[in-house]
């Protein structure tokens, strides 16, 4: 048989090749010979047509027939066929396969071989593919080579004992006397790995960790000598020397200074003569110094040292590499909840970042502008803000938006400011914000007395310019038809009135329920707020024509409104003015969530916030028919359903609800709650001139609970009697996340036995928040007629990080006071 080709020349001829066919004819080829030469047992060119059969298998060619050809190179004497024995393997082979296993004697003998080389290459081997069955074989021949005084093979043992630790944890131990003088080397390859090996140690063992903190003065010396050593060009770069292991020593004293005094007093002067003498004009330098930082921020180090990391990362946002700067943007902002002052002085700095090209530095500059706004500087930091919200990409303008809501909420220094920024956040961005912004600035308007007349007149500006934001449009809706008459009357104290009439008005909401730009859910709100105006202005006759022309709508939800207001003006016009007063003012009862309403003074006033909302949540078959007993005669309690229910057919067009335009709990977007047939008058309407419509929750002095706790999901159950019936229990669910990520499409249901009733209303959201960073709130009502031990199956369904989870959980252990 001729002599097979060499692999340079097999590497020539396929590189000729011109097309991808033509080649893999070339390789089947090649193959085909390879195989030949297998068969025959030609042991003179075995190395030679495994060398190219690795090379194929590097093109992405199947090579996996050579592998028992790779164990007998290894087996052979020559330390040749052994270099491209043990490259084979480890290549070819791993430890899912079990010819790894008939390595383990050729392994063990080179281990103990005479020649250093073949020693290093069977190290290289066991520390690249070696399986936990080989590592526990062989540990014992890789700790005695640790112990040799061959710096080349001290330190391709110290790696191949990393690998042993990561694959059987347990024989850590065996490593331990051998560590003892690995820092005494003087040979910066046995130094490096001996760093690394225990880096892997102290991460994995808290006692290895206590055992080598007294290793800290040593480490110390090393990264001084290195600091201070003169030119060296075996271990220099860029300047400076050996880079590589000073960022793992500084790694290590990381790990070994974290929450220990001593340690992190040891380490304070190398970490500043570090930071102090690093060059900066190359990448090495900052290297050394991001690692420097890091090391100077996890340990318990003096203040002035975590300034002066602090101003290194602030040299870092000024560098001109992308990368240094977003490194610089990261760290600042695990930083700035510890050191907020000194990331403060680098504000100016880090407000530039925001007009960088690079995406992903414009986002981390942006969440470090949020963490730096505090109360001094809200005007200067918002004013920054709101001009990247006008410029940014579609991507940033949600985030943007609700950082600028909270950060509002939180340092506002006047309620002008705070009402001015949101509308100019609706105005720019509106079609991005969160779902909540709606009632939440709504609740901040309501309570600003003294701005009513301000904001109308703002909102009402801002709607003649444009229509297309429909958060600022169902805000501005909800308004006027709230303060319509400070509108046409021209009030305003706060700047020039406008001079409006009443019809100018009408024809602006008019105009927003035909414009193909409005939503349902803004139509909803233009229409109330044109019927909430029949109280307000005297044009009370074009006010019944809309309404009635609504009444036909194709949109369910618009006609039943207007069904039902149409019915309030033809049967009981006597109360409209009652019903459609102005708003009282609206006690914030949630934070970081959807903003949820209770009544403060027992008025009658039924108009409260439109907000709007997440999808709503569909409920169990056996909920969607709530129980009229629950809202019954003169026990009126606000009740919103989250869909709409099945009207009873002999009800026709009689049907009337007082209740359709309200939402108390910052729910679903706004549907109709139960309608009522005009034959049960009592339901809704009976007494109503002697007692207010809703009556006031009264707390009943019952201990909340904890119902479930499990995978980072908390729900805890606060207790209220509905007054005066005690025989419904109120109990809202309080949802909270402690995990790094949002709980999505969060549902929650419940089921009781049949002797009870049970009413769920809609939650606050669909999204639990991580972090603790706000809660989910939904009520239950009960209704428990027979005083028997309250009983509850809760079902919970969620997404999290991409995964759905469903979970069913009992709840036996109510407080007595809530059932008896």
Excluded at 96 to 112: F, P, Y
Aim: hydrophobic share 40%; proline share 5%; with cysteine.
């Amino acid at each position: 048989m001729p002599a097979p080709i060499r692999l340079r020349e097999l590497i020539r001829t396929i590189r000729t090749a011109r097309t991808q066919a033509e080649e893999r004819e070339m390789i089947q080829k090649e193959c085909a010979a390879i195989r030949s030469s297998f068969r025959e047992e030609d042991n003179t060119y075995r190395c030679r047509n495994v060398a190219k059969l690795l090379y194929m298998h590097m093109l992405g060619y199947p090579a996996h027939f050579g592998q028992l050809e790779c164990l007998k190179l290894i087996a052979s004497q020559k330390f040749t066929d052994k270099r491209i024995g043990y490259l084979g393997a480890m290549l070819l082979l791993d430890e899912r396969q079990d010819v790894h296993l008939l390595m383990t004697n050729c392994i063990k003998n080179d281990l103990n071989h005479s020649t250093q080389y073949v020693q290093g290459l069977a190290l290289c081997t066991l520390g690249c593919m070696g399986s936990s069955e080989m590592c526990r074989d062989l540990a014992g021949e890789v700790e005695k080579l640790l112990k040799t005084s061959n710096s080349y093979l001290r330190k391709k043992a110290a790696l191949c004992a990393v690998h042993v630790i990561r694959k059987v944890p347990e024989l850590m131990e065996m490593f331990l006397p051998a560590t003892k003088n690995l820092l005494s080397e003087k040979n910066h390859g046995v130094l490096h790995t001996s760093v690394v090996l225990l880096t892997e140690m102290c991460e994995r063992s808290p006692d290895m960790l206590a055992h080598f903190r007294k290793l800290v003065p040593q480490l110390v010396r090393i990264l001084k000598n290195l600091i201070m050593s003169g030119y060296s060009p075996e271990h220099d770069v860029s300047g400076i020397s050996d880079p590589f292991l000073q960022v793992r020593i500084l790694r290590l004293l990381r790990i070994l200074g974290k929450s220990d005094d001593d340690s992190s007093e040891a380490m304070n002067d190398i970490l500043a003569q570090v930071a102090t003498n690093t060059e900066t004009s190359k990448n090495v330098g900052n290297a050394i110094l991001y690692e420097t930082v890091l090391t100077i921020m996890d340990i318990k180090s003096e203040s002035g040292l975590r300034v002066l990391a602090i101003n290194i990362l602030g040299r870092f946002l000024l560098n001109n590499d992308k990368n240094i700067r977003y490194v610089a943007l990261t760290s600042l902002l695990k930083t700035v909840q510890t050191d907020h002052n000194a990331v403060q002085r680098h504000r100016s700095t880090i407000v530039d970042c925001l007009k960088d090209l690079d995406v992903s530095i414009k986002r981390r500059a942006m969440e470090l502008s949020f963490a730096l706004v505090n109360g001094n500087n809200i005007r200067g930091m918002m004013k920054e803000l709101l001009y990247f919200l006008d410029s940014c990409d579609p991507e940033f303008k949600a985030d943007c938006a609700s950082g600028v809501f909270l950060a509002a909420e939180k340092y506002a220094p006047s309620k002008r400011w705070h009402i001015d920024t949101i509308m100019r956040v609706l105005t720019t961005a509106g079609s991005y914000v969160r779902d909540d912004s709606v009632p939440n600035l709504i609740q901040l308007i309501t309570n600003s007395v003294e701005m009513h007349a301000y904001t109308v007149q703002r909102l009402y500006k801002a709607l003649l310019d444009d229509i297309s934001q429909q958060p600022l449009v169902q805000v501005a809706s909800w308004c006027i038809g709230e303060y319509g008459d400070l509108l046409v009357s021209g009030q305003c104290e706060e700047e020039e009135p406008i001079q409006v009439t009443e019809d100018e008005v009408l024809d602006v909401l008019e105009g927003l329920l035909v414009s193909n730009l409005s939503t349902p859910v803004t139509r909803g709100y233009s229409l109330t707020a044109i019927m909430k105006l029949s109280t307000r202005f005297s044009s009370v006759n074009r006010i019944k024509k809309v309404v009635s022309i609504y009444g036909s709508s194709i949109d369910v939800e618009l006609q039943q409104r207007a069904v039902e207001y149409n019915a309030l003006f033809k049967k009981y016009d006597h109360m409209r003015p009652a019903l459609l007063e102005r708003m009282p003012i609206m006690e914030k009862t949630a934070t970081n969530g959807p903003t949820e309403i209770v009544q403060t003074n027992g008025e009658t006033e039924p108009s409260v916030v439109e907000p709007k909302h997440p999808p709503p949540v569909t409920q169990p078959a056996n909920q969607a028919n709530d129980l009229l007993d629950l809202l019954g005669g003169n026990d009126v309690v606000p009740v919103i359903q989250t869909t709409l229910p099945t009207k009873p057919a002999s009800a026709g067009g009689e049907l009337l609800d007082l209740l359709g335009d309200l939402s108390l709990s910052g729910g679903p977007t706004p549907a109709p709650a139960p309608s009522v047939p005009t034959s049960q008058p009592s339901f809704l309407l009976d007494g109503l001139s002697s007692q207010p419509l809703f009556n006031d929750i009264a707390a009943a002095g019952i201990p909340p609970m904890i119902a479930y706790n499990k995978n980072g999901l908390k729900i805890d159950f606060t207790f209220e009697r509905a007054n005066p019936n005690p025989n419904i229990a109120v109990i809202t669910i309080h949802a909270s996340n402690t995990t790094e990520a949002d709980m999505t499409d969060f549902v929650f249901q419940a089921a009781v036995p049949k002797t009870f009733q049970l009413q769920l209303l809609s939650p606050s959201s669909n999204v639990v928040p991580a972090l603790n960073q706000g809660t989910v709130t939904q009520v239950i009502r009960v209704l428990n007629p027979q005083k028997q031990q309250l009983r509850m199956r809760i079902k919970l369904t969620y997404t999290h990080k991409g995964s759905p989870v469903q979970d069913l959980a009992e709840v036996n252990n109510f407080p007595p006071q809530s059932w008896q």
